[in-house]
């Protein structure tokens, strides 16, 4: 599966914008889907929003929906997390995963990138 490096979290305050960046390392994301997760202390890496490779779409908790944005930049093997209208609570370290296409669990992940949204 595609190894991944993210980049663009930091510190903002609420309502502000951050784009998130997902490198691909050597390969493409063809036949790849590709989900991003965010992490608080004490708790799991929650799906925040991802793409299907297979169907061409793409998913969103509720919490960001309206909000964030996840797209692919092909021609960078990129995959980019506009997150806008932040909020104290999108704070947390964002982590990029990868899975084959139609696999049940995400096993490739970056380091994280941390997101900080300060009141």
């Known amino acids: 599966q595609v190894p991944v490096t993210e980049s663009g979290g930091g510190l903002v305050q609420a309502g502000d914008s951050l784009r998130l960046s997902c490198a691909a390392s050597?390969?493409?994301?063809?036949?790849?889907?590709v989900g991003w997760f965010r992490q608080t202390p004490g708790s799991e890496r929650a799906l925040v929003a991802a793409?299907?490779?297979?169907?061409?779409?793409?998913f969103y908790t509720d919490s960001v929906k309206g909000r964030f944005t996840i797209s692919i930049d092909n021609a960078k093997n990129t995959v980019y997390l506009q997150m806008n209208s932040l909020k104290p609570e999108d704070t947390g370290v964002y982590y990029c995963?990868?899975?084959?296409?139609?696999?049940?669990?995400?096993?490739?992940w970056g380091q994280g990138t941390h997101v900080t949204v300060s009141s």
């Open positions: 995963a990868t899975k084959r296409s139609g696999r049940a669990a995400y096993n490739r």
């Open positions: 050597g390969r493409t994301f063809a036949f790849t889907d």
């Open positions: 793409f299907d490779y297979s169907e061409g779409a793409t």
